[in-house]
């Protein structure tokens, strides 16, 4: 994301602070800063004129189109070929007379094309060195004198500073220079210029606007009004210069104003046409079909996408972009201005399935807080009135879900903040930080009673350590002295039970080639049953995840067992093995017991019982003897209710 620094001086005088000290304090308090460019425009002896008439140039080539372009400059009329698409008459645009040094280097200068003298050029945002956008020359508002040199109204020198947007995907309210002027403000302790935003009281006797929600998940918060009296205007020259300074293209003063907004404070607005749409409903799409958005292009649409309709259909693909038929035209004189709060991960879903991510739903993306639709309405109503509109309130400022009026607050220990930090901040201090944030602070005891401002999302700021980052951020991370935790050290107690289960293990696993195993921690009942087997009194779970799954093993091997076909069709000759718990009901609890098994396994022509007998039992001799325990003692096992123990067999068990 770009930020343009005069842009940020609107709302804060940070003076003439060095531009790179300004980025270096912003990484390292706010956000990470990748480079700051200088922007250089030109705006010396470049003169606002305005076009007096329009004659056609025989080109030769049909696909060329130019014109004789006869302007006037306070009294004087010069002619200059000009091939702009956009030139029309009385329109007021920047006039560069012969000798005048352009961006890049480019001196103007008199000439002939195509058999006309050319005085001067009629320039556009690139030739300026204003901005990337050559589509068309300049319009400016019809306010500014013609005459008046460009200096007068333009800075010359921007820098650019370019912020990495991995570092603010939590922080919704700093994708808009605002957020970005507040941070600055607390950084520096300056002062915070409000908004200057129209008072919505005087509308509230109106009646609302025809606003529905049929999906609050998707939509938490729609707010919309209707604007009438609307002249055709473009934008003053501040609000076109910065925009194209972050690279975005002036196109007229409705459309403006919803990118400049945007890009104040991080709340995307729509303007729709007022006469097409009387009436708003948010809902899914509801089926499979198509819609096409206002860059002609027909959109695959699913039931689960997000809508903005009207009763005739959908007029606009919620959070991302508007449709054809409702966009503002040139000539529009009433607007419904829409700003809306979204659910993040149904914009992205949608966005990326169409390979649609605009800048708005770059913002939806991140959570927007609901306190920006209002404001943001206000704000475009005062732009309005500021840009020389006189502009008639239909409505009242209609809201339906969540507004986001009421602040949320937090309660925390005020000491909690200096012993996570590992400073001791004072706590005048903590709250002169946390204030300048637009936080409400008082001091109860050591209670920290707080009011988290409205422009912040609950994603962002809802538990006590986000209140820690953000007083140790502004405090300076840099001020903080390093220092290892303060613990006591104690002797380390080796565990001789866990000691064991390692070298069991390592014995399996590598001197004797066993593979180890594991099985669930409870009995599948569907297996006991084919193998006949009873455990007898077992705990039972309150929510298997199966219905034959209800008991917890009393043993090991008969989930080891469960493996053998399996692993039979595959190979010869295999062992595995399993170190882990089994449970036993007692006293009307239980006892959890750690229990080693295993079994081996050989076809029939490897060999016969004998050997697999003397194999296995060499290996539970060697257990017994690196675990430091007796010597076993094996004997017969006689009748049994473990189905795998037979009598007078000493090893195998093949079931059916």
Known sequence: MYLSLDWLKQYVDIGNIDPGETAYRLTMATAEVEGVETLTRSVRNIFVAEVK????IDTGDTGKNMNLVTVDLDGKTFETVCGAPNVTLGMKSPLALPGTELAGGFVVKDQELYGKKSAGILLSPMELGWGESHVGIMALPDSIQVGTELADFVPEVDHIIEIDNKSITHRPDLWGHYGFARELAAIYGLELRPLDCSDSSVWENLDSFPLRIDDLDGCPGYSCLDIDNLKPAFSPLDIQYRLLAIGLRPINLLVDLTNYIMCEIGQPMHAFDGERVRDVIVAPFGKHGTFVTLDSIERSMLPEDLMINDNAGPIALAGIMGGEDSEIRDDTSRMLLESANFDPSRIRRTAVRLGLRSDASLRFEKGQPPFHMGESIKRFVRLLEISGQSPVIRSKLTCEGESGETARTLTMKQRYIAYTIGENIPPEKTVGILESLGFGCEIKGDDLNLTIPRHRSARDISIPNDIVEEVARVYGYDNIVPSMP???????????????????????????????????????????????????????????????????????????????????????????????????????????????????????????????????????????????????????????????????????????
């Not at 008439?53 to 056609?56: C, D, F, L, Y």
Request: some cysteine; proline content about 6%.
């Open 486 to 656: 303060e613990m006591e050290l104690r002797q380390y107690t080796f565990n001789e039970n866990l000691q064991k289960q390692h070298k069991v293990r390592r014995y399996l696993s590598q001197s004797r080639g066993y593979a180890e195993a594991y099985t669930y921690s409870w009995y599948d009942d569907t297996w006991l049953t084919r193998i006949g087997y009873n455990p007898g009194d077992t705990l039972v779970l309150k929510n298997p995840s199966a219905d034959n799954n209800t008991r917890m093993r009393r043993d090991i091997l008969p989930n080891l067992l469960a493996l053998v076909e399996a692993n039979a069709t595959h190979e010869d000759r295999y062992a595995m093995y399993e170190v882990g718990n089994v449970y036993h009901p007692e006293n009307g609890g239980r006892r959890q017991v750690m229990q080693v098994a295993g079994i081996e396994y050989r076809s029939k022509k490897l060999g016969g019982l004998e050997e697999l007998f003397l194999s296995v039992k060499g290996t539970v001799q060697e257990i017994f003897y690196i675990i430091n325990a007796k010597p076993p003692i094996f004997r017969p096992c006689g009748n049994s209710p473990k189905t795998w123990c037979i009598p007078r067999r000493r090893s195998g068990h093949r079931f059916q």
């Open 53 to 56: 008439s329009i004659e056609p």
